[in-house]
């Protein structure tokens, strides 16, 4: 069989999309399928910060990934700019992961301790310098790990700009399009099947989300992927009372471009029930207030669910998938897809053209819990 495109990747969401633009961006043939539309899974649903240092937990290869990513976002944004005319809505203002009682502080100030050491941009804020940078937050709060070089950024429309760039460098992008099997050759994967074709291939991505798991045992391969429910609430706003995301122990808020404040979320897991729950809502509405008394008198624009893909230690699953060859994985983002949604591109892209990554794969490998099962 001969090829017929140099890279099928399987999942149109904000990893899926990264995949397919970078590797068209390289000058490959790229089929990107996608089952329903892009960006209608998890993607579509994040409230979309950039919270490297926010979301950190120490300083390792997780970490290093997380920041070399977010440096990748800062010009990703022009770029799609300039292919697509889309403004993802880049926000660069930081994230205050503010301290509403004495033991979460203790928490907070210990992450100032070793993002210092680590020689990132960190600084704790008292509850007066938290007020002057963000009048309208909480008299309760005591204070906050300031990470002046966090961001936030329109999901959907990023996901969107990114399938849109794809195309425009040559994808073919199918929505609508499930991958129903795929095609092996020998100890290779040769290409995809899907209800109305075959698609001859060089490597196969799968980048499913929380798809990845069924969709993998379809393929014959198995991928520890769980869904992680996260519910979210959207607050209208004329002016966005707060400049920076807002994180407490309960909920974050995102200040978007366009006035909305969002609420996020939920952390269920053992649920593939996206709806959103009366509890969820009250729970992150309550937070919400506290932590911005405001908001209590702002109009209520909706509520919706995302299902995280989840990973038995929290960390993508990013490479080849083994025996047979041909086969790579990019999902299992859990917390983080959007943000780790530019260096997975270009490291799966790279790979998927027999080029080495930028980037050391291995703590991430697909294949670390083998043995474990
Ligand atoms: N990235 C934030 C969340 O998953 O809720």
Same mark, same amino acid.
């Given at each position: 069989?001969?090829?017929?495109?140099? !890279?099928? @990747? @399987?999942?149109?969401?904000? @990893?899926?999309?990264?995949?397919?633009?970078?590797?068209?961006?390289? /000058?490959?043939?790229?089929?990107?399928?996608?089952?329903?539309?892009?960006?209608?899974?998890?993607?579509?649903?994040?409230?979309?910060?950039?919270?490297?240092?926010?979301?950190?937990?120490?300083?390792?290869?997780?970490?290093?990934?997380?920041?070399?990513?977010?440096?990748?976002?800062?010009?990703?944004?022009?770029?799609?700019?300039?292919?697509? /005319?889309?403004?993802?809505?880049?926000?660069?203002?930081?994230?205050?992961? !503010?301290?509403?009682?004495?033991?979460?502080?203790?928490?907070?100030?210990?992450?100032? =301790?070793? +993002? =210092?050491?680590? *020689?990132?941009?960190?600084?704790?804020?008292?509850?007066?310098?938290?007020?002057?940078?963000?009048?309208?937050?909480?008299?309760?709060?005591? *204070?906050?790990?300031?990470?002046?070089?966090?961001?936030?950024?329109?999901?959907? =429309?990023?996901?969107?700009?990114?399938?849109?760039?794809?195309?425009?460098?040559?994808?073919?992008?199918?929505?609508?399009?499930?991958?129903?099997?795929?095609?092996?050759?020998?100890? &290779?994967?040769? %290409?995809?099947?899907?209800? &109305?074709?075959?698609?001859?291939?060089?490597?196969?991505?799968?980048?499913? %989300? !929380?798809?990845?798991?069924?969709?993998?045992?379809?393929? *014959?391969?198995?991928?520890? !992927?769980?869904?992680?429910?996260?519910?979210?609430?959207?607050?209208?706003?004329?002016?966005?009372?707060?400049?920076?995301?807002?994180?407490?122990?309960?909920?974050?808020?995102?200040?978007?471009?366009?006035?909305? @404040?969002?609420?996020?979320?939920?952390?269920?897991?053992?649920?593939?029930?996206?709806?959103?729950?009366?509890?969820?809502?009250? *729970?992150?509405?309550? #937070?919400?207030?506290?932590?911005?008394?405001?908001?209590?008198?702002?109009?209520?624009?909706? #509520?919706?669910?995302?299902?995280?893909?989840?990973?038995?230690?929290?960390?993508?699953?990013?490479?080849?998938?083994?025996?047979?060859? %041909?086969?790579?994985?990019?999902?299992?983002?859990?917390?983080? %897809?959007?943000?780790?949604?530019?260096?997975?591109?270009?490291?799966?892209?790279?790979?998927?053209?027999?080029?080495?990554?930028?980037?050391?794969?291995?703590?991430?490998?697909?294949?670390?819990?083998? /043995? +474990?099962?």
């Amino acid at each position: 069989m001969n090829p017929s495109a140099d !890279v099928v @990747v @399987v999942g149109g969401g904000v @990893v899926g999309c990264s995949v397919a633009y970078h590797a068209a961006r390289r /000058g490959a043939r790229v089929v990107l399928l996608e089952a329903e539309t892009v960006g209608s899974g998890a993607s579509g649903a994040a409230a979309g910060m950039l919270a490297a240092q926010a979301e950190a937990r120490g300083p390792d290869s997780f970490l290093d990934l997380l920041l070399e990513s977010r440096k990748m976002h800062r010009k990703l944004g022009a770029e799609l700019y300039e292919v697509t /005319g889309l403004d993802a809505e880049y926000v660069w203002e930081g994230t205050l992961r !503010v301290a509403l009682s004495e033991a979460h502080a203790e928490d907070l100030s210990e992450a100032l =301790r070793w +993002q =210092r050491e680590a *020689g990132l941009s960190a600084r704790w804020l008292d509850g007066a310098e938290v007020r002057e940078l963000e009048p309208a937050l909480s008299a309760g709060i005591s *204070g906050a790990l300031y990470l002046p070089e966090d961001g936030q950024v329109n999901s959907p =429309r990023l996901v969107r700009a990114l399938a849109l760039a794809a195309a425009r460098n040559r994808a073919e992008v199918s929505e609508g399009e499930p991958a129903s099997g795929l095609i092996r050759q020998r100890n &290779r994967i040769a %290409g995809v099947r899907t209800a &109305r074709r075959k698609i001859a291939a060089g490597s196969v991505v799968v980048c499913g %989300g !929380v798809a990845s798991g069924t969709l993998a045992r379809h393929l *014959g391969i198995r991928l520890p !992927v769980a869904p992680v429910k996260g519910q979210i609430l959207s607050v209208e706003t004329t002016t966005p009372p707060i400049t920076s995301n807002v994180w407490d122990e309960e909920c974050y808020l995102v200040p978007k471009r366009d006035g909305r @404040v969002i609420v996020g979320a939920t952390e269920e897991p053992g649920t593939h029930d996206r709806r959103p729950t009366l509890g969820g809502v009250a *729970g992150l509405a309550g #937070a919400a207030i506290g932590l911005l008394p405001h908001l209590a008198r702002r109009p209520f624009a909706g #509520a919706w669910g995302g299902l995280r893909p989840g990973t038995p230690d929290g960390r993508p699953l990013i490479g080849p998938a083994g025996d047979p060859e %041909g086969l790579l994985i990019a999902t299992g983002h859990y917390r983080n %897809g959007v943000l780790l949604a530019p260096i997975t591109g270009d490291a799966v892209s790279a790979l998927a053209l027999g080029e080495q990554p930028a980037v050391d794969l291995s703590p991430f490998s697909p294949l670390r819990f083998e /043995g +474990q099962r």
